[in-house]
């Protein structure tokens, strides 16, 4: 169901205590309530951080990652079960930064999408171009290909589970935003590209988050765009009163 929505992705940051008074600061603000807020803490947090918004519905929690397999012997890996078991509805699949110091590609990001919601996780699954392919103009093409390689083999059931965040490379941790209009274009593209393969009905209802350096400046121009249902937020999320701004700019 498309909804507001803004997710924070602390990626690798923040200890236990120092990481409990942020969750703790944005829980206790005034954010508003048609807004989901998804925090994704490293996973030795998650059921730390899911105790602490328990019982509030506009709060939820998610990994940022999850293993491909259900089980088994991998040594230091983290499944989509133990992950759900810790409290967790929803997981971020790929991250640029996986697909880029981790190696993930397409087929390994299909078996995560598909593991994570066989444990009724709901993927975040990202995607997004390098700024040499928005240089040549071939950025919508990529898109497509990472929505066709990694999601499209889904039953329209299982795509409509889906939230999809859209993070051009170029504008991740670099303090260079898309502008409304590059984000408009792609959300846009992205819904109709979900269109022609699943109809109206999924490509209408699935949210399409924005991110790469969102912050509260940028915020509510970004939201305001007909296509952005909202935002995965890296940097910005480290400070509760940047987050909660963010989440105040619909
Ligand atoms: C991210 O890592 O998903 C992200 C959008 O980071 P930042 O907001 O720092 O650009």
Redesign the pocket.
Known sequence: MRRKIVAG?W?MNKELAPGMELVTEIVASNTAQDVLKIIAPPFIHLAAVADKIKGKSDFAVAAQNCHQAENGAFTGEISAGMIASCGANYVIIG?S?RRQYFGENAQLLAQKVNTALAQNLTPIF?LGEQIEQRNANTHLETVKQQLKDALFHLPAADFSKLII?Y?PVW????GVTATSHQAQGMHNFIRSEINKKYGKEVSENISILY????NPQNAKELFACMDVDGG??????LKAADFIAIANSF
């Not at 504008?171 to 670099?174: E, K, S, V, Y």
Request: aromatic content about 0%.
């Open positions: 992705n990626k991250h930064e990202c965040a993070e504008a991740i941790g670099t991110g790469g350096s969102c995965l937020i890296g940097g910005a999320s």
